[in-house]
T-cell receptor, first 115, second 112 residues
Framework: GQQLNQSPQSMFIQEGEDVSMNCTSS?????WLWYKQDPGEGPVLLIA?????ELTSNGRLTAQFGITRKDSFLNISASIPSDVGIYFC???????????????FGTGTRLKVLA | EAQVTQNPRYLITVTGKKLTVTCSQN?????MSWYRQDPGLGLRQIYY???????DKGDVPEGYKVSRKEKRNFPLILESPSPNQTSLYFC???????????FGQGTRLTVV
């Protein structure tokens, strides 16, 4: 099936640092979404993007829908200990078959913040 | 409170013994889906449903069945579980067309 390449796979950062992660695909996506998963919980939506070039913020988080429609970026500014978790990108690929509404997830970026 | 409820949270079963994991949402969402999460593979969509009696395969549907007889419920059925179906399963729901999904707490299934 289709794959989303998410990088980095994991990262250790110091509290207060900014964090960047990205997601790329070989095919065009209609929608990009970013989720965070805490241990023992289900993913929680952080940001949703619907238009190429769109830049959206949610507090210290900023995400962008790439112009080519094949990538997306998530930035976290001034990280704090509670930012620890796994961040997933997800998207709805544009497919030739109408009425298909699959969603594809990346493999996740595991973030660890050192106080 | 808006929520997606899965049951059970934990399940250990033996190969071949049919099981059902239930999922219910209280947000009147049209779209519901099931995912499995495995280390290093992220979440992979098993099946999804766009409305009552409308279901379709995700990326990894083999060995699973679903049904959508009511809008709020979307059970996942494993007719003959095998050890390679040991995984963490999530149910999710959203309004059609948004992709802004609410996830359940997860069901950790072990098949021995």
């Amino acid at each position: 099936g289709q794959q989303l390449n998410q990088s980095p796979q994991s990262m250790f950062i110091q509290e207060g640092e900014d964090v960047s992660m990205n997601c790329t695909s070989s095919s065009i996506f209609n929608t990009w979404l970013w989720y965070k998963q805490d241990p023992g919980e289900g993913p929680v939506l952080l940001i949703a993007l619907y238009k190429a070039g769109e830049l959206t913020s949610n507090g210290r988080l900023t995400a962008q829908f790439g112009i080519t429609r094949k990538d997306s970026f998530l930035n976290i500014s001034a990280s704090i200990p509670s930012d620890v978790g796994i961040y997933f990108c997800a998207g709805q690929p544009r497919v030739a078959t109408s009425g298909t509404y699959k969603y594809i997830f990346g493999t996740g970026t595991r973030l660890k913040v050192l106080a | 409170e808006a929520q997606v409820t899965q049951n059970p949270r934990y399940l250990i079963t033996v190969t071949g013994k049919k099981l059902t994991v239930t999922c219910s949402q209280n947000m009147n969402h049209e779209y519901m889906s099931w995912y499995r999460q495995d280390p290093g593979l992220g979440l992979r969509q098993i099946y999804y449903s766009m409305n009552v009696e409308v279901t379709d395969k995700g990326d990894v549907p083999e060995g699973y069945k679903v049904s959508r007889k009511e809008k709020r419920n979307f059970p996942l059925i494993l007719e003959s579980p095998s050890p390679n179906q040991t995984s963490l399963y999530f149910c999710a729901s959203s309004l059609m067309g948004t992709g802004e999904a609410f996830f359940g707490q997860g069901t950790r299934l072990t098949v021995v």
